[in-house]
């Protein structure tokens, strides 16, 4: 199948040309033309992602990046040989989403009208992140190995700006979320602590590069932060406690810690460190105990253990879910390439690809598509 996939749900623009055939579990995924452009510089100012600037900048690049796509593959812009456009539904920023559908239709329309019918299908950009981990993006040379296989069932840890789940994948589109943040999610809890120390958007990766310098420094530091939830019986989350818990560190070490600078009112980099540190070991250690306690409830049953999104890049994460698995025997580990951690076109084709094989109607019934900001899994 060839796809044109096309990802705006929040401030990445992205457009992807796949060729994508053979098993579910193992599919052969040729990346004919990939082109994204982020626009986190953009939004720094704001401290996080501004919804009418991330729709306006997507106004302007898709077409720009449509045409990259289709120049780097070869392929004809006017009639090209393509079975249908994949397009992010939700969830996301409504106004980014209908940006990214409503250019979707409008190709599906003019590609149809030249004589050869291009259907639109709508992915949900989580089932994205889930299926990210079956393409290896060094998988198309013959020094590298294929793409992954995916054996199911599998649980899914999803960990981004804007979610935090656990879902029972019980076969290629059945889903089952079985935890989620009653709150904020922890990518949106690394974001928030950031901008409390000072730091600028997107704040994860600086947490941790913080943390990782409080690490090489000293074997401990002398404060612990609170883990919400860890020992709740369900399988839920929530960090805005945790949040919270940063917030009142640093309002009480501003009065009596020397380690901030005196007469400043400004941390010094020694206590960044170490509550960047606190906080993430914190995060971390909640995540990777409600992943323990639903692999445990699921026992024997689950094959895969997969953690996607953006938080997934995070290396002391990756680093306790490696230990975490090694603790079962049947469990394979399957983490995304470190270019398909953020949004991408790539994963909402390969969705797109995995949508129409276990329902094929979707080419056939046509529906109007709708951007839905709360989108959710389900079977």
Known sequence: MKILSIETSCDETAIALLDISGELARPDIKVLGNTLLSQVALHEQYGGVFPA?????????????LEQTFKEAGYDLEQPDIDFIAVTSGPGLEPALWTGITFAEDLGKKWSASGRKVPVVPVNHMEGHIYSVLYRTESNSKSQAPNHKLDLPALAL???????ELVHIKDFGDYEIIGRTLDDAVGEA???????????YPGGPKISELADKSRAKKPEIDFKLPRPMIHSQDLNFSFSGLKTAVLYKIRDTRRDDPRYAEGSGKASEEFKQDLARAFEDAAVEVLVKKTRKALEELDSDIKTLIVAGGVSA???????????T????????RLPDKALTTDNAIMIGIAGFISISTNPGLLRNQAAIKASGNLTLSS
């Open 326 to 333: 090694s603790q079962f025997s049947h469990l394979t580990l």
């Open 53 to 65: 600037l991330a729709m306006r900048e997507h106004q302007k690049n898709l077409p720009i990046l």
């Open 158 to 164: 999803l960990v981004s700006g804007g979610h935090t």
């Open 190 to 200: 690394f974001d928030k602590v950031a901008r409390m120390l000072g730091l600028k």
């Open 314 to 324: 995070n290396r002391r994460l990756s680093h306790e879910i490696k230990k975490l």
